[in-house]
């Protein structure tokens, strides 16, 4: 995708071969800024801090993590202690345990001396696999787009989305924002109603900024707007994207997703989730046991935001006795699913649904 006309990924190996780019996401949208990696300590921190968000890019900076660590000491202990040290950074994406056993599985047969090479090239076929992936998941779902607008006669088709699930979430194209931007791009007229996602304004700060960056038309609204937008026939379908997703369908995402479902199968509205195949846990059976990651309370007690002359600035926003939960993720079950988007078709929410596209997969383990 591109930012004031020049393509960009979200992660990249920088000009002297090494060393890891990646967009420091957390001064988005006031600052666009590219920030360094140059040890597994500093994937770890960016994945943790969230400077880099979304599960596959999660992944991917893992990968590289790895590549940054091998560089230091490539012998068995120090993969392990590295590994290990990655997988705790954020529990909840799945992609991270994913990425990691890839390259786990692909270094461990070689001698040391060939893994800081083996580890490069195979963190990039991630990041490749990724893109296409993406891509598959855009053209997926453009039909998807296509048919509500010949439902409606023709016009603006009206999607709503929850949080960031957009090119910046992963490392090109993005999930639930794929189709919107094939979309787009094939010249489907389309406006996209943006949550701004509290507690840390995904939507507002990353979805509108990376729609607004390729020109699609969209809105950014209050969390608790959607609903009385759906009431009113103004959405026509929704799109999400995962973190993680089930067996059985169930999938999890950015808290108040299952808000958004809800209100959708109230009002008719079609509840679409879009994954990339690495996202399908198949050892959890249902989202019951999911890890529901719970963050700083500070990100609810506080705003960031840029002043009048642009300086940004963090501000508290409650009573300073008042206490506060941050439960990051929930889980929207998959009765509540109209369909999964995934890079190889569309499918029910469901195991049967999951595995007719995943035939290779087998049957899932009881977590």
Avoid at 26 to 40: G, I
Avoid at 199 to 214: C, F, I, K, Y
Avoid at 307 to 335: C, K, L, Q, Y
Wanted: charged content about 20%.
């Amino acid at each position: 995708m591109k930012v004031d006309g020049v393509p960009y990924r979200t992660i990249w190996v920088a000009e002297d071969g090494w060393s890891v780019k990646v967009i420091d996401q957390t001064l988005l949208p006031h600052r666009f800024q590219v920030m360094t990696l140059q040890s597994a300590e500093d994937a770890v921190r960016a994945i943790a801090r969230m400077h880099v968000r979304g599960a596959p890019l999660i992944g991917a900076t893992a990968a590289y993590g790895l590549c940054l660590a091998l560089r230091h000491d490539a012998r068995d202990a120090h993969l392990e202690e590295a590994r290990g040290s990655l997988l705790a950074a954020r529990p909840t994406a799945v992609n991270l345990a994913w990425a990691l056993g890839e390259m786990t599985a692909a270094l461990a047969p070689l001698p040391p001396a060939e893994r800081v090479a083996g580890a490069y090239a195979k963190a990039a076929a991630i990041c490749d696999d990724d893109v296409a992936i993406c891509r598959a998941i855009g053209a997926e779902g453009l039909a998807l787009i296509r048919a509500a607008q010949a439902a409606k006669g023709g016009g603006d088709v009206e999607i709503l989305t929850h949080c960031n699930a957009g090119w910046l979430a992963t490392v090109d194209w993005g999930t639930a924002l794929a189709p919107i931007y094939a979309a787009h791009d094939a010249g489907v007229a389309v406006h996209v109603w943006v949550d701004e996602t509290r507690p840390r304004n995904q939507g507002a700060g990353l979805t509108a900024w990376e729609l607004a960056q390729h020109g699609v038309p969209h809105t950014v609204i209050a969390d608790n707007a959607g609903g009385h937008l759906m009431q009113a026939g103004r959405v026509d379908l929704c799109i999400t994207g995962t973190d993680r997703t089930a067996a059985n369908g169930d999938v999890c995402n950015k808290i108040g997703t299952y808000l958004k479902a809800l209100a959708a199968k109230d009002n008719g509205v079609p509840f679409y989730v879009a994954l990339p195949g690495p996202t399908i846990d198949w050892r959890m059976a249902s989202g019951a046991a999911m890890p529901i990651e719970e963050r700083d309370a500070g990100e609810v007690t506080h705003v960031r935001g840029a002043d009048a002359d642009g300086t940004v600035r963090e501000v508290r926003i409650t009573p300073e006795a008042s206490p506060a939960a941050n439960p990051a993720f929930d889980v929207t079950p998959a009765r509540l699913i109209t369909g999964l988007i995934t890079e190889r078709g569309i499918c029910p929410a469901s195991g049967a649904g999951l595995k007719a596209l995943y035939p290779e997969r087998g049957a899932a383990k009881r977590a």
